[in-house]
């Protein structure tokens, strides 16, 4: 079963609107976290945000804020004012606690967002 | 800091070759992974060494051994390339590696590898 699973293949949004990223997943582990990484066109990996298990309030960081729902095991990255910059593709991470092996990330296969002027 | 730098960047091989991608880091980190990106499968980790001396392999190590030098490098080789190699290779380190709050992966530039 696929541990992260993002669905949306592919997005689209207009310039200084918000967007929403689905992102669930699936694990038997009480501890756990969450990563989104964003991906541009040139092809590096940066690291946008982090939510732990038990953090019980949503994370943010800027303009990105991820929508926490532990219950539903879901994880969705929310980009507000989206700028042109913000076109990339997108991926969900998760790391698993002690039962896995350390500090391994799973990643689901990514969303490609596009911002229209 | 150059944080994680990868060489190469490109490589084209035959099958049969063998090669040696680099992966140094300058944060100190104690922690080094190896991924793989192919199209539509997002990034699936190869191997990784949770600290210097150690390495323990991935969920696809298959063809690939791995070597950390020292705390700064980590060097992935492919004894005897093969098509379903080809891939964009990352590698990334990570403060402390084991499971402790929002230990971080912070990400190489890639090295794009195709193999004929």
């Known amino acids: 079963a696929q541990k992260i699973t993002q669905t949306q293949p592919g997005m689209f949004v207009q310039e200084k609107e918000a967007v929403t990223l689905d992102c669930t997943y699936d694990t038997s582990d009480q501890s756990y976290g969450l990563f989104w990484y964003k991906q541009p066109s040139s092809g590096e990996m940066i690291f946008l945000i982090y939510q732990g298990s038990y953090d019980e309030q949503n994370a943010t960081e800027g303009r990105y804020s991820l929508n926490f729902q532990k219950a539903r095991k879901s994880a969705n990255l929310v980009i507000s004012a989206s700028q042109l910059g913000d076109s990339a593709m997108y991926f969900c991470a998760m790391r698993e606690g002690f039962t896995t092996s350390y500090g391994k990330l799973t990643f689901g296969q990514g969303t490609i967002l596009t911002v229209h002027p | 800091n150059a944080g994680v730098t990868q060489t190469p960047k490109f490589q084209v091989l035959k099958t049969g070759q063998s090669m040696t991608l680099q992966c140094a880091q300058d944060m100190n980190h104690n922690s080094m992974y190896w991924y793989r990106q192919d199209p539509g499968m997002g990034l699936r980790l190869i191997y990784y060494?949770?600290?210097?001396?150690?390495?323990d392999k991935g969920e696809v190590p298959n063809g690939y051994n791995v070597s950390r030098l020292n705390k700064r490098e980590f060097s992935l080789r492919l004894e005897s390339a093969a098509p379903s190699q080809t891939s964009v290779y990352f590698c990334?380190?990570?403060?402390?590696?084991?499971?402790?709050?929002?230990?971080?992966?912070?990400f190489g530039p890639g090295t794009r590898l195709t193999v004929l």
């Open positions: 990334a380190s990570s403060p402390r590696g084991e499971w402790v709050g929002t230990d971080t992966q912070y």
């Open positions: 060494s949770a600290s210097e001396g150690t390495t």
